[in-house]
């Protein structure tokens, strides 16, 4: 067999099969078609040798070579991302000078990659970096307070300060898995736990607070938080449920077994992820600070949320759209 044979994009459609088990949720994550997925699939075994999916179980499942071909292509890809992530650093070595801000979201996990890779790769670059709300950090930028901010964005941003899209990250339901109450009940303020609301003055709140408002749900207003650890540890131990995103849940990961994650009974919502870039940026230090950390979000957060939630693989994802 010749490895060479082996695309980097079959590859890709594998690891995200072998978590959905879907060829229709595969297709639509990849942007392909549900016949080029198969066929895909199809050329894999071929060229291995090997069954990788039993398509005869229903749902389908990874046979025990699958099983074995997912976990090493997993770590492979991770590698060859890594490099991506450190080749593309190349394209900052014009930069003398770098304000970044950044949610505290991505503070336990992103950010310190992404620092160490500018300290590493570029030691000459002036950086200085902040953590502030995504309010605060869009306008920073508008001031050209910061050269790029990572934030969220929410309709009424505007987008002539977005400079690339980055993440999708879809609300979800967290509630105490030592109680035995539906979400109905807890959105109808009868489970006996009080809401857990996020800061009203911060966008994640707000947001949250008008889509409630917009289904026709009024929740006592008994607490409100800044931190994630603190809504997160109050729900494992049953003191409360809150709605948040699958980037907090990985900043919150010591309380993930003590809690259950699903999907709102109510309409879909999320909020983007995005780098946004001072007026007159320079567009190529704004790619490649997306495509770095386009590749760190796969590794801290999608990967891991994506193997421990799988329901969630059509509505967590990129959204590489530049603007």
């Known amino acids: 067999m010749s490895y060479s044979k082996l695309s980097l ?65 997993e770590e492979g890809l991770r590698h060859i991302r890594l490099a991506q992530s450190e080749t593309a650093i190349g394209g900052l070595y014009q930069a003398r000078q770098l304000r970044i801000g950044v949610i505290e979201d991505f503070e336990g996990n992103i950010v310190p990659d992404l620092v160490i890779k500018l300290a590493q790769n570029l030691p000459r670059l002036k950086l200085t970096l902040r953590t502030h709300p995504s309010h605060e950090a869009i306008s920073l930028v508008e001031s050209r307070g910061l050269n790029l ?100 849940l990985m900043r919150t990961q010591r309380f993930l077994d003590d809690v259950n994650v699903t999907p709102l009974p109510l309409a879909a919502f999320a909020r983007t992820i995005s780098l946004f870039a001072e007026p007159e940026h320079n567009a190529e230090t704004a790619l490649v600070i997306a495509t770095l950390l386009r590749r760190l979000m796969q590794t801290h957060i999608l990967d891991p949320c994506l193997r421990r939630y799988p329901w969630l693989e059509d509505r967590l994802r990129h959204s590489d759209q530049a603007a």
Do not use: C
Request: no cysteine.
């Open 9 to 73: 994009q079959a590859l890709e459609m594998f690891e995200v099969l072998s978590r959905s088990l879907s060829l229709q949720k595969t297709a639509q994550t990849m942007g392909l078609s549900i016949s080029s997925v198969s066929h895909h699939l199809n050329r894999l075994e071929d060229e291995l040798g090997v069954r990788l999916i039993d398509r005869a179980h229903r749902p389908m499942v990874l046979t025990p070579a699958g099983q074995n071909f997912s976990a090493r292509i």
């Open 149 to 248: 901010a990572i934030a969220a964005r929410n309709q009424g941003t505007d987008q002539r300060h977005v400079a690339h899209d980055l993440l999708r990250d879809p609300f979800v339901m967290v509630t105490p898995k030592s109680l035995a109450a539906d979400n109905d009940t807890y959105l109808g303020d009868a489970a006996g736990v009080p809401f857990l609301r996020y800061n009203l003055q911060h966008q994640i709140g707000m947001q949250i607070e008008a889509h409630l408002k917009r289904n026709g749900i009024a929740l006592a207003n008994r607490h409100e938080f800044d931190s994630n650890q603190s809504i997160m540890g109050l729900i494992a131990h049953a003191q409360g449920w809150t709605i948040t995103t699958p980037v907090v």
